[in-house]
């Protein structure tokens, strides 16, 4: 994505993400590819989490928007 208003609503989400908890073996309706494979907290991708898996587990939800705030700006992935 180089659209700098595209960058700019990327960068408010991660600021406050959709972060969840699922445990290990859960099936999430909006997960994509398979089962949970580690309980933790999962940050919820900005597109569709059905297009992405969430990222994680992260031990605790501070560690997982300390995570999500380290991507704002980066529009590698
Ligand atoms: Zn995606």
């Given at each position: 994505?180089?659209?700098?208003?595209?960058e700019?609503?990327?960068?408010?989400?991660?600021?406050?993400p959709e972060?969840?908890?699922?445990s290990?073996?859960?099936?999430?309706?909006?997960?994509?590819?398979?089962?949970?494979?580690?309980?933790?907290?999962?940050?919820?991708p900005?597109?569709?989490?059905?297009?992405?898996r969430p990222?994680?587990?992260?031990?605790d939800?501070?560690?997982?928007?300390?995570?999500?705030?380290?991507?704002?700006?980066?529009?590698?992935e």
């Open positions: 994505m180089t659209d700098p208003d595209a700019k609503e990327m960068d408010s989400y991660f600021i406050d972060i969840v908890y699922h290990k073996c859960e099936r999430p309706g909006d997960w994509r590819g398979g089962r949970v494979t580690a309980t933790g907290y999962y940050v919820y900005y597109c569709d989490p059905r297009c992405c990222t994680g587990p992260f031990a939800k501070e560690t997982a928007l300390e995570w999500s705030h380290s991507q704002m700006g980066r529009s590698d």
